[in-house]
């Protein structure tokens, strides 16, 4: 079985729509055909100022969220990246290989310390990209289901893998993205020419998949769209058209051109108003299981600590192979 690897960050509490249609979705979809390894980043979410006992709780919330969404441990390896040190230690090998240049075109650290006020951002941030890179390399991942907006950090992760290779041999497998065209950027529902996330949209844009549902269908009513009536998939036109139908294209499992024809004639406020029955026909029984996750939290700790050792049997063995192709003199 070819091997998948993903992470996501436990930063901001609950998932938004982007993360499940993005990202999610397709690890519940793939740790059926693929050997799927799965995590919560919380190494990379102290790249950010944060408060311990909410990177706790988020922590175990993300797990939570993961497992609603269906993961299943039976099937994939969930855990946590802080519970595998070896993900810390071959990121220091990394970043001994990336240079000051390359490092610094990631356009998420650009963002993101422009943010911040570029002088307050971590060097944490500023290497966040290279501890993606070890995160994927570890397990030797075949491909890496991931959005659009993280394909940079996977073409980083191929060039450090080539270069690694190049000079101490052949040690790392370079990975694929794996971002399917349809959910590859969700966008805000209020302005669909960003993408959906917590630190650039609008509370209205943002559909937090554990909102109250009467909440998320008020956001779905009143997204925008645009002054034309005609319901029909054009990006460039009609973005945030665009946008609420790939939503409800992967939702209901209907190809786009089939929710295009039963529109068709339709109005906006029909689309819209459908649309947000099917967003919370899917969020309510998604919360509902996430609260059961997390009042149950021995089994989720049980969960995270049997996929922590799985993870570490295939990280240990990779990163013992690295260190001996780099010199490093083994212990005795
Ligand atoms: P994070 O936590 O920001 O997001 C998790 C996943 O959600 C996807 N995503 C979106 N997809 C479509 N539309 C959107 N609006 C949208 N917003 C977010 C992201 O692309 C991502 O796949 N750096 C990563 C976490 C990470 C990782 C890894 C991923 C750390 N190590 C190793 C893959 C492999 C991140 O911050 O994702």
Not at 35 to 62: C, G, W
Not at 99 to 127: H, I, P
Not at 193 to 210: D, F, H, R
């Amino acid at each position: 079985r070819p091997r998948v690897l993903s992470g996501i960050q436990p930063t901001a509490g609950s998932f938004h729509l982007g993360n499940y249609l993005g990202a999610v979705r397709q690890w519940v979809a793939l740790q059926e055909t693929h050997d799927a390894f799965y995590m919560v980043v919380d190494l990379h979410a102290i790249t950010v100022p944060q408060d311990p006992k909410e990177l706790s709780a988020n922590t175990r919330l993300a797990a939570a969220q993961l497992l609603a969404a269906g993961l299943d441990p039976e099937r994939c390896t969930l855990f946590v990246q802080s519970h595998v040190p070896e993900h810390a230690q071959l990121a220091w090998v990394m970043n001994c290989l990336t240079g000051f240049g390359e490092a610094s075109r990631m356009t998420q650290f650009k963002d993101k310390s422009a943010r911040q006020g570029a002088d307050r951002a971590s060097v944490g941030l500023f290497t966040y990209p290279i501890l993606q890179v070890a995160d994927i390399l570890l397990y030797q991942a075949d491909e890496v289901p991931v959005g659009e907006d993280q394909r940079q950090h996977i073409e980083l992760t191929r060039d450090l893998a080539e270069r690694f290779n190049g000079r101490f041999g052949e040690t790392f497998r370079v990975p694929k993205p794996y971002i399917p065209k349809e959910t590859a950027k969700i966008y805000d529902l209020q302005d669909p020419s960003i993408k959906m996330s917590k630190s650039a949209s609008t509370p209205k844009g943002l559909i937090n998949l554990l909102d109250e549902p009467r909440t998320t269908a008020k956001k779905v009513r009143s997204a925008v769209t645009d002054t034309d009536t005609v319901i029909r998939y054009d990006t460039e036109n009609k973005p945030g058209v665009s946008n609420l139908l790939s939503i409800y294209s992967t939702l209901t499992g209907k190809s786009v051109a089939e929710v295009e024809q039963s529109y068709e004639g339709k109005l906006y406020g029909a689309l819209k108003t459908d649309l947000a029955e099917i967003v919370v026909d899917f969020v309510t029984p998604f919360r509902d299981r996430t609260q059961q996750y997390l009042d149950d939290p021995e089994t989720l700790d049980s969960i995270l600590a049997k996929g922590a050792e799985k993870a570490r049997a295939v990280a240990a063995e990779t990163l013992s192979r690295t260190y001996e192709r780099v010199g490093f003199l083994p212990a005795k």
